[in-house]
Each structure stands twice: as C-alpha cells, then as structure tokens.
C-alpha cells in the first residue's frame, strides 16, 4: 500500500475537499469561489446583459451604489434601465454576439418588424416597448438609437456581466440572425416558417463568446468579462427532451463552454451563480414554489459571495458627463425589482 505521504491530495486546501466544503458545513457557508481573477471598485463602469437571473446582479449593484453604466435612459415603466440598454434578455452567446455586430455595422439582418395586432415589435427585443410600436417606422428609428447606446456601452464599460441563459434559439434561414423568442409567442412573423428552432452546441457556445471577446477587445482593450450561468430552468423545450433533461443538458452545454473560455482567456472569469443556487447544500430553499423563480434570499446569497470576492469597498466618485450612470434605487423599489423580474421566456406559457 503506498504511503500516506504520496497522496497527492494531501497538500490541497479545504475548498478541494467536498466533506470540508459544502457537506459539514452550514448551507450559508458554503462558498465556491476559489481564486477570482480581478476585482470591481466604485470608479469601474459596470454592465451586464443575459437571461432574466441578470437582472437580479444589476439590481443589487445599483442599491449598493456601484457605478451601473446606462446608456439608453428612460422611464422604468417602459423597460429602460433594466439593462444598461433596451436590449432585453439576451439568452444566448449568439445573440450578445449580433447584438454586437448589429450596433457596429458588421450585421444587417432582414428579418422586419413583427405584428402584433395593428401594432409592431421589434423582434429582437419583442416586449420592450409595452403594448408594441405604431408602425414599422417608429420601430426602426427606436432601434437606431438603441443600436447607438449599445455601441456606448460596449465602448464605456469597464466590466461587463455576461448570464447565459439558454442553448435552445430560434434562427432565421435566410441569413442566421436569432431571435429571442419564437414567432407567435409576442408577435407574429411574415415568415414564420423561415424562423426554425436551433439547439447550440458547446463549441458554438465557445466559438460565439470568444468572437464577442474579439470584436469588444478592438476598441475597449482593457474591458473585463465575468460570466455567469442562469440557475433558472428552461420554462419549455421544443426538443424531444422532458423539460427537466432538456434544462440539465442546456445548462450542462453553458457550464463547460464558459469553462473553456476562461482556461483561453485571463481577464475573463467566471462566477458561480448557478452553483450557489442549485447546489444540493441549498435543499432547494432558493426556489420558489414554480422550482424556477430564484427566491430574494437566493439573490442575496448570490449578492454576499459576489461582493466578498469581487467588489471593493471604496467611496464613490460622481460620474464623468460623458459616462452616464443609473441613479441608485431606494431599497424598496430594490425589493420590489428583485421579485418583479422581467422574463421574456415566460410568455411562452401564458394562459
């Protein structure tokens, strides 16, 4: 029997070791981080983007006074200031890649404005705007001055927030650009049929965030990227999968391609929302009563290991005029946001 001394695991920390790290320890103690690779002062101009649980990161960073970066302001009840522009959820790496692309030029697709009823959408973003447009034409022009606080964003933040969401998206044929819903569920498409129901793969997922890594690091060079994978379940598949199997293989697929993009890349890194959420310390307790919905506890203990790791207490500074910043919420409104999420995929099951 080989001694003791040669156990190559003797020499690891207790975070290697699952009896010291999350069996034997309190629920709230468990903590996965293990080395982050930069940090997040007051100055830094934050954005994030992804799937409905992002929301729930630049709520708390705006009550806790960081600098939210808002480039597309407007009133709150007509969706702006959920993201730092009215992109909406983002739910996959190719999405926030055209997102890109779209705001420089580099892709224009032809998929036009959807109806719903006498009203328009924009399909790319489809309920932003309550109730929809009065023409096409109104779509379009609010679109260009999206696009142009997307460029902002991109040019002005120091770090953004990535939440990948979903790999199930819904593709045009004609020319590859992905839609965040399906057609019919909030507007209807000309061309239904020319919008099919696309399953990314894990080198997809790579090749699709490391193009974005690309294309941002041209003109914000020193832009760091920590990404993170939503804990919310898929609320449908239109695979051939049960809805349960089909969650586990999506997140499954966004967990390794966001692994092997930050073993590429050193100033990018990634946070363990979903662990901190699903992991079986929790016994499910960060559930709602849907097993989905991520309860404000959860978000807090999401919040807690995020600042003790990512966030550094200095005081804050006004923002430049050039760099414009959300106001902070008060706490109540704070409360009421992280209940009051905004989720697009939800309409896909509205009775």
């Given at each position: 029997?080989?001694s ?11 975070h ?14 468990v903590?996965?981080?293990?080395a ?17 649980f ?10 806790q ?6 480039t ?14 009215r992109?909406g959820?983002?739910?996959t790496?190719?999405q926030?890649?055209?997102l ?16 719903i ?5 924009d ?19 609010n ?8 460029r ?13 969401g979903?790999?199930e998206?819904?593709?045009s ?6 839609f ?5 569920v ?7 049929d020319?919008?099919?129901p ?9 090749d699709d ?5 690309k294309?941002a ?5 020193d ?11 898929l ?5 051939d ?17 966001v ?12 946070f ?7 992991g ?5 307790r960060y559930f709602?009563?849907d097993?989905?919905s ?25 923002a430049?005029?050039?760099s414009?910043?959300?106001q902070?919420p ?10 009051g999420v905004?989720?697009?995929e ?6």
């Amino acid at each position: 029997m080989a001694s003791e001394d040669h156990n190559p695991y003797r020499s690891q920390p207790d975070h290697a070791f699952w009896s010291r790290a999350v069996a034997r320890i309190a629920a709230e103690d468990v903590d996965p981080v293990a080395a982050p690779r930069f940090r997040i002062d007051r100055e830094d101009r934050i954005v994030t983007a992804g799937s409905c649980f992002a929301q729930h990161m630049s709520r708390a960073l705006q009550a806790q006074d960081y600098r939210y970066l808002v480039t597309e302001p407007g009133p709150e009840d007509r969706n702006y200031g959920v993201y730092p522009a009215r992109f909406g959820n983002i739910y996959t790496a190719r999405q926030l890649l055209q997102l890109f692309q779209r705001a420089f030029g580099l892709f224009d697709p032809a998929e036009p404005a959807w109806r719903i009823g006498a009203r328009f959408v924009d399909p790319f973003r489809p309920q932003v705007e309550p109730g929809g447009f009065d023409s096409a034409e109104a779509m379009l022009a609010n679109r260009d001055r999206h696009l142009d606080a997307v460029r902002k964003m991109f040019e002005q933040a120091d770090v953004l927030v990535f939440t990948l969401g979903l790999t199930e998206g819904w593709v045009s044929q004609a020319d590859g650009a992905v839609f965040p819903l399906a057609p019919g569920v909030a507007g209807e498409a000309p061309r239904p049929d020319l919008i099919q129901p696309r399953h990314f793969t894990v080198q997809e997922v790579v090749d699709d965030l490391n193009a974005v890594l690309k294309l941002a690091r041209i003109l914000n060079p020193d832009l760091r990227v920590l990404l993170t994978v939503s804990p919310v379940a898929l609320v449908a598949t239109v695979s051939d999968r049960h809805v349960l199997t089909a969650t586990t293989y999506s997140k499954a697929v966004l967990r390794v391609a966001v692994e092997a993009v930050v073993r590429e890349n050193s100033d990018v890194d990634y946070f363990p929302s979903y662990e901190i959420i699903t992991g079986p310390h929790t016994r499910g307790r960060y559930f709602a009563e849907d097993l989905r919905s991520v309860r404000p506890e959860g978000v807090d203990q999401v919040m807690k290991i995020f600042g003790r790791h990512y966030l550094i207490e200095t005081d804050a500074r006004p923002a430049s005029p050039d760099s414009p910043v959300s106001q902070a919420p008060s706490a109540a409104a704070v409360d009421a946001a992280l209940q009051g999420v905004i989720c697009d995929e939800e309409a896909i099951d509205r009775p």
